[in-house]
């Protein structure tokens, strides 16, 4: 048994240098720091991500109709997404603090079941706007679940991922 403690110290020791070495968040005494931009250039950044909420067929008549008790559901998810956007260094420990140029939230009903939401973020900046345009996905999802919940508790929030990340020099 000790051989294979020691073993599986060593194991665990090699995984964080070799963590050390990729994640930029870790120092070398494996303390999470925020990373320094400083050195970067500025450049036009933009990232999409997306997502999908899954309902009831009814529920999603429902809110394509407007019948919802709660008020538009599709202004209000929009509006929560681009707050959240604007708001995620606030929400995530080690993002930086972004000045966005750019959010656009959409939300498409994908019958029969689905509404989809996309998000599109931009801005020039030292550092990519991937985990914005992710928590606009994200609350924007959780805001059409709270919107509707009342007819349909058993809604899911799936697939919420980054589509797209570029950077250049020029827009």
């Known amino acids: 048994m000790p051989s294979a403690l020691c073993d599986q110290e060593q194991g665990q020791e090699q995984l964080i240098r070799t963590m050390k070495k990729k994640l930029s968040h870790v120092d070398a005494r494996g303390k999470l720091k925020m990373v320094d931009v400083t050195a970067k250039d500025v450049v036009f950044r933009r990232a999409v991500a997306g997502g999908r909420v899954r309902m009831n067929p009814a ?32 929400i995530i420990p080690l993002c930086h603090p972004l000045e966005i140029t750019h959010i656009e939230v959409e939300l498409q009903a ?17 550092t990519g706007v991937e985990m914005e345009a992710l ?14 919940k009342a007819v349909d508790k058993g809604m899911i929030i799936e697939d919420i991922h980054l589509i797209e990340k570029k950077k250049s020099a020029k827009r």
């Open 135 to 148: 928590t606009a996905v994200a609350a924007a999802a959780l805001t059409v679940y709270d919107m509707a």
């Open 59 to 90: 529920t999603l008549k429902l809110v394509l109709a407007g019948g919802l008790a709660k008020g538009d559901l599709f202004a209000t998810a929009r509006l929560a997404g681009i707050q959240a956007a604007k708001r995620t260094a606030e």
């Open 110 to 126: 994908e019958p029969p079941d689905a509404l989809k939401i996309v998000a599109r973020v931009r801005t020039r900046g030292r």
